[in-house]
C-alpha cells in the first residue's frame, strides 16, 4: 500500500507535485498518468526515498522507505535512471544486490528466469538492447520479492511480446496480493491492465478512479441515431443545450446532449421507428486527452488526431 498525504515538491520556481493525496492499494493495477512533465517521476522517486517532499508526506506500507529496514523487501523499483554498471553482467548485478540486501542466490536465479534473461545473463549489461535493460531493471525490483511494486515506463523499448509478457507480469502479481503501481503513456496498454488510474497535471490530482468511471465520465456526449425520417426526428428532440447535426439525404443524426434512453423514449412517443441508437464510447485516450487538456506543457503543432473508439 502507497499513501501519499499533500504530497508536495518544489524545485525553485517550479512545482513539480502540488499537494497529493493518494492511496495505492494492494491487489490491484493502479496505473499512474499524467502529460510530460506532470510530476509522476518526482512523484516516484520521493516514495522510494531518492527524492525528499518539500512538504506532506508518502509512505509505503505505512512507514517512509528509509524507515523499513528491509526495503527491496517493501517496494521494488523500476525508475527511468539507468544505475546498472555497463561493464558487469546482469548476474553479478542481481548478485551484488541481493548480497548487500541478505537475499539468497537462489531468488536471483528465480527473477532471471521469471524475465526471460536467461540466455544474455552472463554478458555485459552494457551490451543489453534497450528491452533487455528493462528486463533487468524489472529483475532488480522483484529480486526483493516486494509486496509493493512500482514501475516507471516499464513499456519501454519492449516488442510486442515484452509487451504481452510484462501486461501479463502486472496482472499476476497483483492478482498474487501485491500493490503495483505503474506509469504509462500507451493508454492502450493502461486500458488494458490498469483497473484504477491516478491522474496528474502540472502536478495536481485530476482523478483518482478506474478505466471504467473515467470513460463513463467522458462518455454520454454523442448518440448516433438512425431514422427514415430524420428532419421529424430532430424536430421533436431539439431543446436548449442539445446538439443535433447531419449530412443531408442520410437517415443517420449525431446528437449531443440527450442520452440514448431519452432518445428511445421521445421517438417512441412520436411513433418514430428508430434503426440505430447507439452511444458513442469514448477510448481511455479520448478521456486522458479530455480530462488533462488545460495541464498539457508541450503543445505540438500538428492536429491530434482522435482514434475511432
Ligand atoms: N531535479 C529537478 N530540478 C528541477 N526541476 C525538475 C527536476 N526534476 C523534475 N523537474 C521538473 O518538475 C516537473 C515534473 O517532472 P517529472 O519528471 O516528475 O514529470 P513526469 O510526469 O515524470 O514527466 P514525463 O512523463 O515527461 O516523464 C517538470 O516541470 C520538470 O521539469
New binding site residues.
Partial sequence: MIEAQQLT?R??E????DRLDFTVKPGTVTGFL????????????MIIGL?SPSAGTVTVNGRRYREHTAPLQEVGALL?AKTIHPGRSAFDHLMAQAYTHGIPRRRVDEVIEMTGIQSVARKRAGAFSLGMGQRLGIAAALLGDPATVML??PVNGLDPEGVLWIRNLLIGLAAEGRTVFV?S?LMTEMALVADHLIV?G??RLLADTTVEELVRQTDGSAVTVATADPARLREILVGPGIEITGQTGSEELQVTGLTTRAIGLKAAEAGIALFELTAKRVSLEEAFMELTKDSV?YHGTTEITRSAA
Fill in positions: 515538491k524545485y525553485g517550479t512545482t513539480a507535485v499524467g502529460p510530460n512533465g506532470a510530476g509522476k517521476s518526482t512523484t516516484m522517486r527524492d527511468e516507471d515506463e506509469s503513456h496528474v502540472r502536478g506543457e
